[in-house]
Structure formats: structure tokens, C-alpha cells
């Protein structure tokens, strides 16, 4: 997109681009005093709690809510009947924060309350009396497609001809043929991609390698749990304090759900205590608001830690069949897939962008991609990190591997010889502007983790990844201030250190220091629409929409010097933090600095500000190479990362230290999905490890220190080059760490978590096998 | 049940409250004093988010009985810098980007200062097993764990020179015989 | 005249045909021709569709200029974490 006439589109030299400065938040989050979601109060509220249900299917015959509403000290207690559906609102959004009818997952919303304490709310939880009929359940995916698994929503999908799915001996249920068209099925959606014709295209193979892979749904696990506290007047003003990672989204949803114009709904985001796609959606806000507008006072929710567990969002779990045939110098010719992703409750599982993924990382002829979108007895799955991705790219990377393995030829240059790059017709679709997968692919072989000598039981694993990334809508405005310093207001939250790229990107272009400018986070009342903070947008939108609005403060900086000096506008320009005379003949002026400029703007026209609104678009994917050491206990099963090394491209790093921390803590995510992480079912459908303690995240022991290579590959949507980093991290790591268990031990783990009883049996299997 | 009325010692200064009995620590800081800086992540001992000391013992004040602290000293993170200067190990996680979100910094600044007021000198593995009760989502515990080493190696190098200068009068660490962080001890 | 191709569940949709011929100037001009040529695509692009011009994914830039010499393709509508 064109910038503005005198400023190059593509910034190459910088000054404040590419330093590590502290952020803006730190001192506040050093000392405690930096306010979370749970931090806020409002005088005189009540606390609200969530009655939930214990089965994971279930009709609700009755709900009996007397006995609680004579409890002293109860305020309001609600079910689905305070929440009456309006027209136009998101119907699987309105029954997921309230059952109605009938519960479909274990910890599926029932009723709430507000009290004057916990004490006396856990009390009137206990006192609503829930008839359930309990029925049928089912939380596997593949069980889930079968023609005699229980239908979640009778007559919603179409029946399926379960003999036509082209997946043929990959859909369990092959032998059972039976559609039920009364009841219709669990396949909410299917889905193809590709190109190419990939029966010819394996005819041309050498080598034709294909297996089935499984991985269990895992959480986001940001440590802050959901908190809201919600405040509607009687006149239907409303505010709400809340950790979201959207707060115009859950202002609009709310609004939308609960039958309320907009503009009477005010949200303020909080500081956030983490996200990874799990806060892009709403929970417990509406059902604040609709508590606190029976109650005529403010309602503060906080989630436990087993309610985030059983009741937001995990990712989906996936079953899913690979089959890649190669070339003896290990050309690929034909790619084919299945995936089959469950969400949950509700249509909407990551399965298309897993699809879209799965083989985005090299230039295939023939290609195609079928997906599933399965529901279950599971909570309604939410955004995680590269939604979708990482699962397929398990399997895709995990069977690459193997023919390598098989060749002979070296991980890395089987990518390369493969790999995509500009001009490259992408497995989903488009094709490719510049992007840096071969530059990835080279950093990680350069580089010295993928020389060191390996010793017994240890193995090296390789996989790459790929994002798309978004953009969106963001509207940011800029605010000089009487002294020359800036007000910089954005509407994106931070997750992950943005406001200091921000910062940094405002100091950059108007050429002053870092800390004269201050970033905040707005309220909804206070700016245009902004997307969610989410597909790895922030810094390039935000980022973006803040350049922009700095080049229109300038603009009108310049107009004012010009005033000052009586020059014409265009005689002035902008560099190095004040208004010149934009040569010889504009006339003989001194500079006049961005404080003179401040100083002065009462008396010469009024305040000076920049704002810029914007869809934003351009934003450039990113390709990540992941290479990991792994030492295995031959006893035990027990396995131990030695080393772990991303190299992902950045397009251009803004806070090359945020950059770092994303790449870390994305590989990380996905070691912990290796390792341990999964979610487990009982017999009868309910969640058994809603905790830290069984559902084991990895601690600061499990890790070794994560090495970091930040490429880049300018990305040309960006006027300084910027590509988002926040989720191709996590796409690689399952892939990686399997393939660095079976170089060391040989056994190719297809099914995650590699928990040790499972390697070890993996092992005697193997042991067994030779025997 | 009625209410327990308590006085105890928070970051130094003399605090009175009531809670019932059934009250956690942790709730009686976050919701009775409004000292939210003590994070809930878990409420049941698993993430360390909530860590305090207790009479200079690493404890999770979420496993801790408001009504117990009557008479002993509990140090918090709004306790950990002095007046307007930042404790060294929260300097270090500020200039090492070592928070990205920011909700379990309190926490590891907590166990972190537990750990080099017993061992200035604690190699990666000390470190990685002393913080592995509290949990970190966002980071992948590398920053962490460097702000942590690099702090004690500022911390050594300043003893040294105090040392140097007054040999006589060299410090050892406070509280080196103090027992281990309960949490840690399980 | 452009030439549009369909990804994913939107072929689908259009009962198999993968690839579609329509007028238009921007993208909300294309959509909406191409939801009178195929009234099987209506309700899907409804739903919204994100767009891909030359590589480039657009989500909402209906105004976004279209021209014969771009290539056009339809994807389902995307969402990240
Ligand atoms: S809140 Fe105390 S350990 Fe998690
Ligand atoms: S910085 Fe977010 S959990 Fe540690």
C-alpha cells in the first residue's frame, strides 16, 4: 500500500527499531501493582458463581431455583430464561454460556448467582436443584463420526453416507453403514484443498510413506484464570471490567446476547495474564452482566482453575492419516491427507486452517487435503496458537522425517530441496510473495546446535511450520502533549510486550526518544473498532496504524511550523524530532523541535493530534525451522530436551527481546503438548485432570534453555517490514521432539503425549519386534 | 463461623484484619487488604503464582490459613522493592524482558529472592528445580532463568567489593539456615 | 472479466466447479456477481470469505480493486489465536 509521498514505503535504516528498551508496563508488573482481571473491585459488589453440569450429556428436565433465591444474602440467580435469545445473535455463543435444554459437556453452564460473599454464593449454588436425564456421550473424535455414536445436535448436519467418505479406511466406521437421517450426524463440516492430481503424482514416486496420528486436545493454560467484574445501572448503562484479548468483541457479543445497544456498554480491558487465543471469545461476561442487571449491583466472576479446564476452550483433538510419496533424491510428488478435528459442543474445530497448513511449508504439484469438523461432549474449543496447525504439521513433518530417514538424506535438506518460496502456488491455494523458509531452513543447519555430536539414546529431531498471520481492524490515536511528550492510545491489547514495540515504532518515525512516548490501552468508549489481539496481528496492525498516525501528527506539525515560519506547508519537513525548511529556498529558518512545536500549539491553532483508522491488510506469513536434541531412558521411557533451537523470520524485529520471548515460549507450548499435556476423559465423558497438578504444563526443570535465531525476510505489507512472530513458535515443536525420539530410539511416536508408558512400550515393541 | 481477628507483620509494618476461618491467605491479602499483587493462578498450590514468605520461608499463600499468620512475618511483592528502588531481581527481569504477560512475575520474583538469599551462587539446574513450583505459560522459562543467574552474579560481584573494602565485616546471607520453601520440601 | 478460484468447502458448495469467471471492480462487486452466477455460494459468502489476491489474504477489504491479471482465490473465512 502506498505511504505517504515523502517518506520511503519500506523503512531500512533505524534508529529505535531493533533496541531492547524496558517496556512501558514493566515497572507495574515487577512490583505488583499492574492490575489483572481479578484486580479490579467495584464498591458494593456481589460475587458471582457458576453453577455447573457434572454430565457430560444431559437433558435438563428442571431447574429449580427456589430454596437458593430464599438463601439470606443471595442477590440473583440466573438460568438460560434470563438470557432469552434475541434475534441475530450468535445461538452456539448463547447456549455455550447457559445450557438450554439440554447440557452437552461436563462443566456446561447451568445457572449462576450473586451473593454478598463466596461463603453464602458457594451455599446458593448448592440449594438449585438440576433434574438431569443423562444420556449418551461421546469425546472421541473418530468414535464421534461412527453411525452409532450419539448425535449432539439431532437434525442440525446433514446425515452422512458413511460408505462415501473418501477417506475410506481412514474413517473409522468404515463397516458400519448405517446413516440416520432422522438424527442427521457429528460431521458439522468437510473440507478439500489441493491442486494438482495426486493419484498420478504418487505413480511417479520412489518412495511412498503413510501412517494414521492421534493428538489429544490441550489447553492454552495462560496461569490468569478468566475474571470480569460487571456493573449495569438501572437506566441499562453497563460497564465491565475484563481480561480479554478483545475488548470490542466481548462488548459487542454481550451487547448482541443480552439485547443492548452498544454504545450503553463500556468495556475496559485489563492488564492480561495471558491469552493464546483462549481469551478471544466470551465465557463468564455475559452471564456477569445479566447477574448484575437482576441484581442492581456490580457482580464480580472469577473463574477456578478447574472451571477454565472443564469449561473455556481447549484445542481441538485430531485423528488424522498422512501420505507423501517422494523422488530417490527426495523431490516430493504427491501429498494426500485426512484430518478430523473434534471442537467440542459446537461446529467451528481449527480443521480448515490445520488443512490449509498441513502442507503450506513446501511446493507440491499434486496436493489435496480433506478435513472434518467433528462435535463432541467437550467444551467449545477456542483459539489456541496457530489454531489448527500444530496437529497437522505433526503428522506432515512426522512422516517427511521418516522418508528422509528412509533416503538417507540429511532433515534439513529434504525441507530444502522441497521447500516453498516466492512464487510458490501454496498447498492451500494462493501464491507465495516473499517468504523465508529457505532462510530458515539454512539459519538452523548453520548453526552450531545442529553440529554437536550426539551420544547414546540421544536423538535429533527437524521440523518447520507456517502462519498465515492476520491483520484487521485497528484505530490508534496519538496525542502531543504540552511538554512535547506523546499519548499514544491503542485498542489491541497487550499480551506480550506490544506497547513497547509500539512505542518504539512512534519514537522511530518522528525521531525522538523511546520514553517520550507513552502507550496505553484504550477502552471501548475511547477509540474506532479494534480487532481482537489475535493471529498474530498486534504488531503488525497496530503497528502499522501507529506509523500512520505519527505520519499524520507530522503532517499537521508541519503545518504549523509552516504557519510560524508564513512558508507554504509543503516548504516544511519533518526530521529528527522537529520541523525544517525543506531547503535553501523555503528560507533561513531555525528548526522548531517537537516541545517548541507543543509549546506553542495552544497559541497557534489549538492541540495537535494524529489518529489513523484502518482494515488493515499485507500482513506476511511466517516460516519457523525447529531443530531439538533428545536424550531417552531406555528403563524408563523417560525423555529429556538437551537442546532446542527456532529459527522463525520476523520479517523485521521492532523489540528483538519480545521477538525472542515469543519464540520460546511458543516452542515451549508445544513441548509441553509432546510431553505431557492432554485432556482426560472418564467412561463416563467427564474431565479427570481439571488442574495444574494432572494436567502438567512444563515447569522451569522439564526445558533447557531455548536458542533463538530471528531471520528477516521483509515483509512488503509493512512500512518497516514487520511480519507477526506470535504463532508459527508453536507449529513445529510436536513434529520435532517425535522426530528427535526415534532418531534416538527408533521408534516413531505417532500418537501425543509421548508420555514415558507410552514410549517405553513403543520400546519393548521395537525390542520385541527384533527378538 | 464467625470471624478470627488476627495481627500480624506484612513487609515490615504492623497489620491487623478479620477473616473466617476458612479464608486463605491469599484471600485475606487480595480481598481483605487489597494487596492484589499475590496472584490466584490455581488456588490449590500448583503454580506458585501466589508465593509469599512466611518468617522468610517460601510458602503458597493460597495453601495458607489467613487466620494461622497471626504473630508471624509475611513478606509480599509489594514489599520487595524499597521506597522507589527496585529490588536487583526485579530490575533484571525489567531490562531482560523476562515477563510477557506479567501475571506470574510476582510469584517467581518471590521464590527467586527465597532462593539467592540462601545460595548467591546457584548453577542452571539450582534454579531451574527451585522455580520449577511456579509456573510460566508465556515465556518458556529462559529469560526467567537468565534474569535469575545474571542477578546472582551482580549480587556476588558486589559482595565481593563490600568484602574487599571491609573484610572484616563480611555478611553472610540472611537467613542461610532457614528451612527449605515448604512447597519444595514435598 | 475475472477468473476466481474456490478453496476448501466453498467447491463444495458450488457443487465441484472449482473455478468461476465474473465482473467486477473490488471485491464486494465480485462477490456479489458471483453469488448471482451461483446461487449455491450465497450463503456461504454471507458467512464471510477471506479473499486472496496475488498471495495477499484479505478478510474484510471489500473495496480492495480486482483485475483480470490478479489471481483471485476464495477461502474460508480464517481465525487465529
Ligand atoms: S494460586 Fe497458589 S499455587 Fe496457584
Ligand atoms: S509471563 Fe505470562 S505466565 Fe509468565
Known amino acids: 500500500m502506498p505511504l505517504d509521498a515523502n517518506t520511503p514505503d519500506l523503512r531500512t535504516e533505524f534508529k529505535s527499531v531493533g533496541t531492547r528498551p524496558n517496556r512501558p508496563d514493566g515497572v507495574d508488573k515487577v512490583t505488583g501493582r499492574a492490575r489483572f482481571g481479578a484486580d479490579f473491585s467495584a464498591p458494593g459488589q456481589l460475587v458471582g458463581l457458576v453453577l455447573r453440569s457434572p454430565h457430560a450429556h444431559a437433558r435438563i428436565k428442571s431447574i429449580d431455583t427456589s430454596a437458593a433465591e430464599a438463601l439470606p444474602g443471595v442477590k440473583a440467580v440466573i438460568t438460560y430464561k434470563d438470557i432469552p435469545e434475541q434475534e441475530g445473535c450468535d445461538k452456539d455463543v448463547l447456549v455455550n454460556i447457559m445450557a438450554r ?18 461463603a453464602v454464593a458457594r451455599k446458593a449454588l448448592k440449594l438449585i436443584k438440576v433434574d438431569y436425564k443423562v444420556l449418551k456421550h461421546v469425546t472421541d473424535v473418530d468414535e464421534a463420526m461412527k453411525p452409532s455414536a450419539p448425535v449432539l445436535h439431532p437434525g442440525r448436519f446433514e446425515p452422512v453416507d458413511y460408505n462415501s467418505l473418501e477417506t475410506a479406511s481412514h474413517v473409522s466406521g468404515k463397516q458400519e453403514t448405517k446413516t440416520k437421517t432422522r438424527e442427521g450426524s457429528n460431521i458439522a463440516g468437510r473440507y478439500v484443498f489441493g491442486h494438482g492430481d495426486v493419484d498420478k503424482g504418487f505413480k511417479q514416486a520412489d518412495i511412498i510413506v503413510e501412517h494414521e496420528f492421534k493428538t489429544e486436545a490441550t489447553h492454552q493454560g495462560y496461569i490468569e484464570p478468566h ?24 462488548r459487542d457479543v454481550c451487547a448482541s446476547l443480552l439485547g443492548m445497544d452498544v454504545s450503553r456498554l463500556r468495556v475496559t480491558p485489563s492488564e492480561i495474564g495471558g491469552g493464546f487465543g483462549g481469551k478471544t471469545t466470551v465465557f463468564i461476561e455475559p452471564v456477569a452482566l445479566a447477574l448484575s442487571r437482576k441484581a442492581g449491583k456490580p457482580v464480580k466472576v472469577v473463574m477456578s482453575r478447574s472451571e477454565v479446564f472443564r469449561c473455556t476452550g481447549p484445542t481441538s483433538s485430531a485423528s488424522m492419516w498422512v501420505k507423501i510419496g517422494a523422488k530417490k533424491d527426495g523431490t516430493f510428488v504427491a501429498a494426500d491427507a485426512v484430518l478430523k478435528y473434534q471442537g467440542g459442543a459446537f461446529p467451528g474445530s481449527p480443521v480448515e486452517m490445520g488443512a490449509m497448513c498441513a502442507f503450506a511449508c513446501y511446493d507440491l504439484r499434486n496436493v489435496r487435503i480433506v478435513g472434518y469438523d467433528v462435535v463432541t461432549n467437550r467444551p467449545k474449543q477456542a483459539a489456541y496458537r496457530a489454531p489448527g496447525a500444530p496437529m497437522s504439521a505433526f503428522a506432515v513433518e512426522g512422516v517427511i522425517g521418516e522418508i528422509a530417514d528412509k533416503l538417507g538424506i540429511d532433515a534439513i535438506d529434504i525441507r530444502l530441496k522441497n521447500a516453498a518460496k516466492e512464487g510458490t502456488v501454496s498447498s492451500y491455494g494462493p501464491t507465495f510473495g516473499p517468504v523465508g523458509l529457505v532462510e530458515t531452513l539454512e539459519a538452523a543447519k548453520a548453526h552450531k546446535n545442529y553440529k554437536v555430536k550426539l551420544g547414546k539414546n540421544q536423538g535429533r529431531g527437524v521440523a518447520s511450520g507456517f502462519w498465515f498471520n492476520f491483520a484487521g481492524n485497528t484505530c490508534v490515536s496519538i496525542n502531543l502533549n504540552v511538554d512535547g511528550t506523546l499519548a499514544l492510545a491503542l485498542g489491541t491489547v497487550d499480551i506480550g510486550g506490544s506497547r513497547a514495540s509500539m512505542c518504539l515504532m512512534a519514537a522511530e518515525e518522528l525521531g525522538i526518544a523511546y520514553d517520550d512516548v507513552r502507550a496505553i490501552i484504550a477502552d471501548t468508549s475511547s477509540l474506532g473498532y479494534n480487532d481482537i489481539s489475535e493471529g498474530s496481528r498486534v504488531t503488525f496492525s497496530s503497528g502499522l496504524a501507529t506509523i500512520k498516525a505519527v505520519r499524520d501528527l507530522k503532517k499537521r506539525m508541519c503545518g504549523r511550523a509552516a504557519k510560524i515560519w508564513g512558508i507554504p506547508e509543503d516548504a516544511v519537513k519533518w526530521e529528527n524530532g522537529a520541523a525544517h525548511p525543506a531547503g535553501a529556498n523555503a528560507g533561513g529558518f531555525d528548526p522548531l523541535s517537537i516541545k517548541e512545536i507543543a509549546a506553542q500549539a495552544s497559541a497557534t491553532g489549538g492541540p495537535l493530534a494524529g489518529h ?9 506469513p511466517s516460516f519457523a525451522t525447529h531443530v531439538c536434541d533428545v536424550e531417552v531412558d531406555p528403563e524408563t521411557g523417560a525423555m529429556k530436551v538437551l537442546r532446542y533451537l527456532v529459527v522463525q523470520d520476523a520479517g523485521k524485529a521492532i523489540h528483538p527481546s519480545y521477538v525472542e520471548g515469543q519464540y520460546q515460549g511458543g516452542a515451549v507450548q508445544g513441548i509441553g503438548w509432546v510431553l505431557n499435556e492432554e485432556y482426560f476423559y472418564g467412561k463416563d465423558g467427564t474431565l479427570q485432570n481439571a488442574g495444574f497438578l494432572d494436567y502438567r504444563i512444563p515447569v522451569c526443570s522439564d526445558v533447557p534453555m531455548i536458542d533463538t535465531v530471528i531471520v528477516e525476510v521483509p515483509n512488503p505489507g509493512h512500512p518497516y ?3 507477526g512472530v506470535g504463532e508459527t513458535s508453536i507449529v513445529p515443536p510436536l513434529a520435532c ?11 516413531r511416536a505417532r500418537t501425543l503425549p509421548m508420555s514415558p508408558p507410552k514410549v517405553l512400550a513403543a520400546i519393548e515393541g521395537v525390542a520385541a519386534s527384533k527378538a | 463461623m464467625s470471624a478470627v481477628h488476627v495481627s500480624t507483620k506484612i513487609n515490615g509494618d504492623d497489620v491487623e484484619f478479620v477473616c473466617r476461618p476458612d479464608e486463605s491467605l491469599l484471600d485475606v491479602l487480595r480481598d481483605r487488604l487489597g494487596m492484589t499483587g499475590s496472584k490466584e493462578g490455581c488456588g490449590t498450590g500448583d503454580c506458585g503464582s501466589c508465593s509469599v514468605t512466611l518468617d522468610g520461608r517460601l510458602v503458597c499463600s493460597c495453601l495458607v490459613m489467613g487466620a494461622e499468620v497471626g504473630g508471624h512475618e509475611i513478606g509480599t511483592i509489594e514489599g520487595m522493592a524499597q521506597g522507589d528502588k527496585l529490588h536487583p531481581l526485579q530490575q533484571k527481569f525489567l531490562e531482560g524482558a523476562a515477563l510477557q504477560c506479567g501475571i506470574c512475575t510476582p510469584g517467581f520474583l518471590i521464590a527467586a529472592r527465597a532462593l539467592l538469599e540462601r545460595n548467591m551462587d546457584p548453577t542452571e539446574t539450582e534454579v531451574r528445580y527451585w522455580l520449577a513450583g511456579n509456573l510460566c505459560r508465556c515465556t518458556g522459562y529462559d529469560k526467567i532463568v537468565r534474569a535469575v543467574m545474571d542477578t546472582a552474579k551482580d549480587m556476588r560481584k558486589a559482595a565481593a567489593k563490600s568484602s574487599a573494602k571491609k573484610p572484616a565485616a563480611k555478611k553472610s546471607p540472611a537467613k542461610k539456615t532457614a528451612k527449605k520453601g515448604a512447597r519444595h520440601a514435598a | 472479466m475475472l477468473k476466481v478460484k474456490l478453496g476448501g468447502t466453498l467447491v463444495n458448495k458450488a457443487g465441484g466447479r472449482t473455478e468461476f469467471e465474473v465482473e467486477g471492480a473490488n471485491i464486494m462487486q465480485m462477490l456479489r456477481n458471483l453469488g448471482r452466477t451461483c446461487p449455491e455460494l450465497e450463503p456461504m459468502l454471507k458467512k464471510g470469505v477471506s479473499v486472496a489476491v496475488d498471495g495477499q489474504i484479505y478478510r474484510d477489504a471489500m473495496l480492495q480493486p480486482l483485475g483480470p491479471e490478479n489471481e483471485i482465490i476464495l477461502l474460508p473465512r480464517m481465525a487465529g489465536g
Open chain 1, 227 to 250: 475474571a470480569c467484574v460487571a456493573s449495569v445501572s438501572s437506566d441499562g448503562m453497563a460497564e465491565l471490567w475484563v481480561c480479554t484479548q478483545g475488548p470490542f468483541m466481548v
Open chain 1, 737 to 747: 521432539v517425535a522426530n528427535a525420539v526415534s532418531s534416538a530410539i527408533g521408534v
Open chain 1, 612 to 620: 489513523y483508522e484502518i482494515n488493515a491488510e499485507g500482513a506476511g
Open chain 1, 101 to 118: 435444554g439440554t447440557a452437552l459437556y461436563d462443566g456446561h453452564a447451568v445457572a449462576a448467582v450473586a451473593a454478598t460473599d463466596a
Open chain 1, 721 to 723: 517490514g514487520v511480519r
